[in-house]
């Protein structure tokens, strides 16, 4: 299952995927990943959630994303739920890209037969988004 959260600046994505990262730190049985640029969420999330600074990483194509996804799962078989902060700086690119929508169909391939939740913000503003986007809404 995915899930896109859309807004421009300022729109209140961060208090949101905040308050379902620690609900899920409570409530998912399995392991809860956190994945963003930077780490700016490190004091607002529980400690249960493992948090990975993309900006650490070569994040700076969506083939590398899959390989990295797919091998955080390869080596974890317990997660159940992964956050990806502001997907457009995780992946620098453009919010109303095709490579954006291809990546959600594909992530919403590799979610359903490995029981994975992805939870994703985009900071831009959600009249921009595509349709293969919106059904993630």
């Not at 990295?68 to 974890?76: I, Q, T, V």
Request: charged letters at 20%.
């Amino acid at each position: 299952m995915v899930r896109v959260i859309m807004g421009a600046k300022g729109t209140g994505k961060t208090k949101q995927i905040i308050e379902l990262i620690n609900y899920a730190a409570e409530n998912e049985i399995g392991n809860v990943i956190c994945i963003e640029s930077g780490s700016k969420l490190k004091f607002d999330i529980s400690n249960r959630v493992r948090l990975i600074d993309s900006s650490e990483f070569a994040t700076n194509n969506f083939t590398f994303l899959k390989g990295f996804l797919s091998g955080l799962y390869a080596s974890n078989y317990d997660i159940t739920h992964i956050f990806l902060d502001s997907l457009c700086k995780i992946v620098p690119t453009d919010p109303a890209s095709p490579e954006v929508e291809d990546f959600l169909h594909w992530l919403n391939t590799f979610a359903e037969g490995k029981r994975i939740k992805f939870t994703i913000t985009i900071s831009a503003d959600a009249s921009l988004a595509t349709d293969g986007v919106k059904i993630y809404f």
